[in-house]
Every structure is written in structure tokens, then in C-alpha cells.
């Protein structure tokens, strides 16, 4: 157990932003897995942007590698890429 002040409050910080960036993590990959699952490009092309927008943020506090997030961003961009766009059934 820590013996000063600094470092008991050291401690409480370090698990504060532990549990935050568990929890962006997380959150973001539960939306990877939401944007793998989709099969309307529209649909996917709109949570596209809030993922990439996410790993960028995760990229750059460090909770994941830049490297990582590029990875991710171009396989999911493919997948957006290779979905059919729906069109719309009307009589004419």
C-alpha cells in the first residue's frame, strides 16, 4: 500500500482513466462489430464515420497503437466499399 499522499492519490487517478479507456475501448469495438454485421451500405457508410472518428481518438491518447487504428479503419473501409447499394423498388 502506497505511503503518501501523492501516491494514494496516484492510484485513484490511474484507475479512473483506466476504467474510461476500458470503456472507449470497448465501445468502440462493439461499433466494429455493429459496421461488420450491416448489410445496407447507407447504413454503413453513416457508422463509418463514428468508428474511424473513435479509433482516431483511441490512436491518439495512446489506448491503442496509430498503427492499429489504421489497420482497422482501412479493412473496414473495404468492407463499406464491397457492400451493394440498395436501390429502391418503385413503379414507374
Known amino acids: 500500500m502506497a505511503n503518501h499522499k501523492s501516491a494514494i ?10 476504467q474510461l479507456n476500458h470503456l472507449q475501448h470497448k465501445t468502440t469495438r462493439n461499433s466494429i462489430k455493429k459496421l461488420k454485421n450491416t448489410s445496407s451500405k447507407k447504413e454503413a457508410e453513416k457508422l463509418y464515420k463514428s ?4 479509433l482516431d ?6 489506448i491503442i497503437h496509430k ?3 489504421a489497420n482497422i479503419k482501412s ?18
Open 67 to 69: 498503427n492499429k487504428s
Open 75 to 92: 479493412k473496414l473501409a473495404k468492407h463499406v466499399n464491397s457492400l451493394k447499394s440498395v436501390k429502391s423498388k418503385t413503379k414507374a
Open 57 to 62: 481518438k483511441l490512436a491518439k491518447k495512446n
Open 9 to 18: 492519490k496516484r492510484i485513484r487517478q490511474t484507475e479512473t482513466k483506466k
Open 51 to 54: 468508428v474511424t472518428s473513435n
